[in-house]
């Protein structure tokens, strides 16, 4: 490694699938080595290691990693110095107070002292400040879920889905905050010219993937009387792409439109005098 290598961390565990994918889309080519822990990546000038998203927020404070990803809720919990460069959306989670069902009265929680275990004990410190909840914090060094009813009355954990909490007969009384996978630089990193290029150019492409992944690209057919109307009603980026069909007094239409619209959108176009519809998936959009 050089002493202007960038520095990237990328998360064990949980998230690493997701974000292994990501960089794969983004043409970004990870080849682990047979320890796991120092891949390779095929972006020049890159030095790389595999951490659990608790140390990356903590390395990226520190200065001795420079760019990585990591969940917001530990840079939360950790009140880290980083600068978010990204959201990527992935693997959201939120970070809830729940409570065995028997416990509750009428959906609260009972006015008397209470334990609360957690992982997140600075987010839960603050809780308790805001609700003006009389707890003590115990300390959980993960499975939370099974604290309750014996040795904690409240958890404050990370939940996706529910299922767990429900598993173990847990209702969620308050959500402390959302979280995702998110890209974070250190100050340091980007106060450095060299550096900070090659984190701009690292977040390009992951940011292409992510644009991608919301739109499609929808190429339709529409006579010339029609042609006005149809892309009047066009969610695109900028203009659509248009291209006269040969021997026919009508144009082939193509814009990347966001995924979400295709439900009403097709049968819309169809509306306008719109034919001959093609959706097709996007690899990476580029602004």
């Known amino acids: ?93 939120q970070i809830v107070v729940a409570a065995p069902t028997a416990l509750l009265e009428a959906g609260k929680l009972p006015a008397r002292h209470l334990v609360v275990a957690s ?8 809780w308790i400040a805001a609700s003006g909840v009389d707890a003590t914090v115990v300390r959980s060094y993960g499975a939370t879920e099974v604290f309750p009813p014996e040795d904690a009355d409240v958890i404050v954990d990370n939940s996706a889905t529910g299922s767990t909490l429900r598993a173990n007969g847990l209702s969620v009384v308050d959500v402390v905050m959302t979280s995702s ?64 069909l040969h021997a026919e007094n009508a144009y082939a239409v193509k814009a990347a439109v966001p995924r979400k619209a295709l439900p009403t959108l097709i049968p819309e176009l169809k509306a306008c005098g719109g034919s001959d519809i093609v959706v097709s998936t996007l690899a990476q959009i580029v602004p």
């Open 1 to 93: 490694m050089t002493a202007s290598s960038l520095r990237l961390a990328l998360p064990k565990g949980r998230m690493q699938a997701s974000v292994m994918q990501l960089l794969h889309d983004a043409g970004i080519r990870v080849t682990v080595d047979e320890r796991g822990y120092r891949p390779q990546v095929s972006l020049p000038g890159f030095e790389t290691k595999i951490l659990k998203p608790q140390n990356i927020v903590e390395m990226l404070h520190l200065g001795s990693r420079d760019v990585g990803f990591a969940g917001a809720d530990w840079v939360a919990e950790l009140d880290a110095d980083l600068v978010e460069l990204l959201d990527t959306a992935l693997d959201p989670v």
């Open 119 to 126: 992982e997140y004990a600075r987010l839960t410190a603050g």
């Open 181 to 244: 996978t998110r890209l974070f630089a250190s100050p340091r990193a980007l106060d450095d010219p060299e550096k900070r290029d090659r984190i701009d150019h690292l977040v390009l492409l992951v940011r292409s993937v992510l644009d991608a992944r919301q739109r499609v690209m929808l190429e339709v057919n529409v006579g010339a009387a029609d042609l006005e109307r149809l892309c009047a009603a066009l969610p695109c980026m900028r203009h659509p792409t248009i291209s006269p």
